[in-house]
């Protein structure tokens, strides 16, 4: 519990630590019992601060830190934009702070990254949507589309540029119903009510320029 500080002098450690580079609290290089988690500023450090488990149940690190190796009982800070995360990187991200959203690679992944809340929808950036089950998380919507409701390809509400041909099948939440999208024009049974929208014909009708059965 001690270090050389020059010459052959020795000064003690911190309290928590059991060996230690300086006296300072952050300089330990191991830990004692009562303080096991060693928590690092950057995963090449060597030093860090010794302290006790989360209280939270499972959890051995303080929020913000990922465990780096549990075995040795590191822990290590996550990136700035990160709440919580599991990693360095700040795609690694579990969760956010207030007004960012989590923006995973898809439903399933738990990993994302933080980003601020879009100005317009109040809630995920363009391109992703809200999940349901986790309403602070946001998964990409199809490649189709440009904006939607979920991940399907039949689940756009605008359109990308290479698909521009919104495709309306069920008009049943009105104008803003989901979709998918085409790349050239409507498809038979659909005709174009609005610049690059498609709704379907009437019932009785196998190609039509408007609803009308007539």
Not at 84 to 93: A, F, I, K, L, P
Request: proline share 5%; hydrophobic share 20%; charged share 30%.
């Amino acid at each position: 519990r001690f270090y050389l500080a020059f010459d052959s002098l020795c000064f003690s450690c911190a309290e928590r630590c059991k060996t230690c580079r300086s006296g300072h609290q952050d300089q330990c290089l191991t830990c004692r019992e009562e303080f096991p988690y060693l928590h690092k500023w950057h995963t090449q450090d060597s030093t860090g601060d010794c302290r006790t488990e989360n209280p939270k149940q499972d959890i051995y690190c303080e929020d913000n830190y990922f465990l780096k190796d549990s075995d040795e009982k590191v822990c290590v800070i996550c990136d700035n934009s990160c709440a919580t995360c599991s990693g360095r990187n700040s795609d690694e991200c579990l969760s956010c702070g207030v007004d960012r959203f989590l923006h995973k690679d898809s439903r399933i992944s738990t990993n994302g990254l933080c980003r601020d809340k879009d100005e317009a929808t109040d809630k995920c950036k363009e391109g992703y949507y809200s999940i349901i089950s986790d309403p602070q998380a946001c998964a990409p919507c199809h490649d189709s589309c440009g904006t939607c409701v979920g991940e399907a390809h039949d689940q756009c509400i605008g359109c990308k540029a290479f698909w521009p041909y919104l495709h309306q099948p069920d008009l049943s939440e009105g104008d803003s119903t989901p979709g998918y999208c085409e790349r050239k024009g409507c498809d038979p049974g659909f005709y174009l009510a609005e610049p690059e929208v498609c709704r379907p014909c009437h019932e009785d009708c196998k190609t039509c320029s408007s609803k009308e059965s007539n």
